[in-house]
C-alpha cells in the first residue's frame, strides 16, 4: 500500500506507508525499513488457517486502513485475502486508486499447504476467493509475479503488469567478465535455499545427494517443518545436509538448475538462463549437475544470460516500471 504525494519516479520511498501484521516471535534478524517508509501495524494472527484468530484480527483492522485512507493517493493490495478484498471496496467508495499484487496462485498454494482431509472444503474456498479477486482485477489494474500467473490474470484484468518482484540491486551483480570462469573442483558444493515444507518438496534433496554420490556436497538455507525429517532421511541414506534465490544467483554469476514448477522456467527462459528439470525426478536433476561439472562452456553461458537478465531486473528498475504503470493506469471507480 502506498501514497506518493509528489513525483512518481523520484519519491517512491519518501511517502509510503505499508500495512502489516508483526510476527510476535523473536527470529534471528530484524528488518529496517529504509528512511521515508511509514508502518502501520495490523493485528497479529497465525495464518487463515486459524479462523478464530483469524476474524477478530481482520475486523481489527478494518478501522486502522479506514482511519489512513484519507491520506492515500494509491493503495496497492496484495492477495488473494480476504481482507484486501473489504478493503479495495472501501478505497474504491473513497475516490483512492487501487491497484492488485497477485504472487501465486492460491488453490494450488493453498492445496500444498493443507492435510488432505481438509483440501476439498478448503479448495472450494479458495477457488471463492480467487474468483472474487479476479472480478476485483475487471477495475482494478494488477501486478502478478511470472508468465505462468499472466495467462491466467490477462483475460480478466482491466491493466496487467508482469514483474519478477527481484530484490537484487546494481551492488549485487558480479562483474560480467568474472561469470562462469570460477572452476569446478572436487568436491562441487551445490547451494539451495528453500523453505522446508511439504510445498518445496524438500526431502528430494536428499535423494538427489544420493543420485550423485561422493564428490557432491549440499548445504541448504533455511527451515521449516520438515527439517527433521530432511535430517533423518539424509542419515537414512548416508548424504549429508550441510524463486528470489534464482535472481540473487543469476546476479552472483553462478549457473542454476531448477525443477520446472510455477513461473521458475519463465525466469530461466525456458531453460536459455538455466537448466530446467521435471519435479520430484532426482535422477535428472542430477544428470543436470553432472552434465554442468562437465561442460565449463555450458556454465560460463547460462551463468552469463542469466547476469545479464539480472541485470535487467534490478529493484530500481522494477520499482520504475511499478511506477510507471501506477500512473497509466489509476482507476478510481
Same mark, same amino acid.
Given at each position: ?14 511517502? !509510503? ?17 529504509? +528512511? ?22 481482520? $475486523?481489527?483492522?478494518?478501522? /486502522? ?9 494509491? /493503495? ?23 491497484? *492488485? ?34 472480478? !476485483? ?11 505462468? /500467473? ?12 508482469? *514483474? ?26 551445490? /547451494? ?6 511439504? #510445498?518445496?518438496?524438500?526431502?528430494? *534433496?536428499?535423494?538427489?545427494? +544420493? ?74 536433476? +542430477?544428470?543436470?549437475?553432472? $552434465? ?16 545479464? #537478465? ?10 520504475? $516500471? ?10 478510481? +471507480?
Amino acid at each position: 500500500m502506498i501514497r506518493p504525494r509528489s513525483a512518481w519516479a523520484s519519491s517512491w520511498t519518501a511517502a !509510503t506507508t505499508v500495512f502489516g501484521r508483526v510476527e510476535p516471535r523473536t527470529g534471528p534478524a530484524a528488518v529496517t525499513l529504509p +528512511a521515508g517508509i511509514r508502518f502501520v501495524e495490523l493485528p497479529s494472527y497465525p495464518s487463515l488457517h486459524d479462523l478464530p484468530r483469524a476474524l477478530p484480527a481482520m $475486523r481489527q483492522a478494518l478501522p /486502522l486502513f479506514d482511519r489512513e485512507l484519507a491520506a492515500l493517493d494509491t /493503495l496497492w493490495l496484495f492477495g488473494p485475502h480476504p481482507l484486501s478484498l473489504v478493503v479495495a471496496r472501501r478505497a474504491r467508495r473513497r475516490g483512492v486508486a487501487v491497484h *492488485l499484487g497477485i504472487r501465486q496462485h492460491f488453490p494450488d498454494y493453498l492445496a500444498g499447504r493443507l492435510p488432505r482431509g481438509l483440501r476439498p472444503l478448503a479448495s472450494a474456498g479458495a477457488w471463492s476467493l480467487e474468483a472474487a479477486f479476479r472480478r !476485483t482485477a475487471r477495475w482494478a489494474p494488477t501486478v502478478v509475479v511470472g508468465e505462468d /500467473l499472466a495467462r491466467r490474470w490477462r483475460p480478466r484484468a482491466c491493466a496487467l503488469l508482469d *514483474l519478477p518482484f527481484a530484490l537484487i540491486d546494481g551492488d549485487d551483480l558480479v562483474a560480467l567478465d568474472e561469470v562462469g570462469e570460477r572452476p569446478w573442483r572436487d568436491p562441487v558444493r551445490l /547451494l539451495t535455499v528453500t523453505r522446508l515444507d511439504p #510445498e518445496k518438496n524438500p526431502l528430494l *534433496l536428499t535423494d538427489l545427494l +544420493a543420485e550423485l554420490g561422493p564428490g557432491w556436497t549440499l548445504r541448504v538455507a533455511g527451515d521449516g517443518p520438515l527439517r527433521d525429517r530432511v535430517e533423518q532421511r539424509a542419515g537414512r541414506l548416508g548424504v549429508e545436509g550441510v524463486p528470489q534465490v534464482l535472481w540473487e544467483a543469476m546476479a552472483a554469476g553462478a549457473p542454476i538448475v531448477a525443477t520446472a514448477v510455477g513461473g521458475v522456467a519463465a525466469a530461466l527462459d525456458q531453460g536459455g538462463r538455466g537448466l530446467l528439470v521435471p519435479p520430484r525426478d532426482a535422477g535428472r536433476l +542430477a544428470d543436470a549437475l553432472r $552434465r554442468l561439472a562437465a561442460d565449463p562452456a555450458l556454465r560460463r553461458r547460462i551463468a552469463r544470460q542469466g547476469r545479464e #537478465e539480472a541485470g535487467r531486473q534490478t529493484i530500481d528498475r522494477q520499482v520504475a $516500471r511499478v511506477v510507471e504503470f501506477f500512473t497509466t493506469h489509476r482507476r478510481t +471507480a
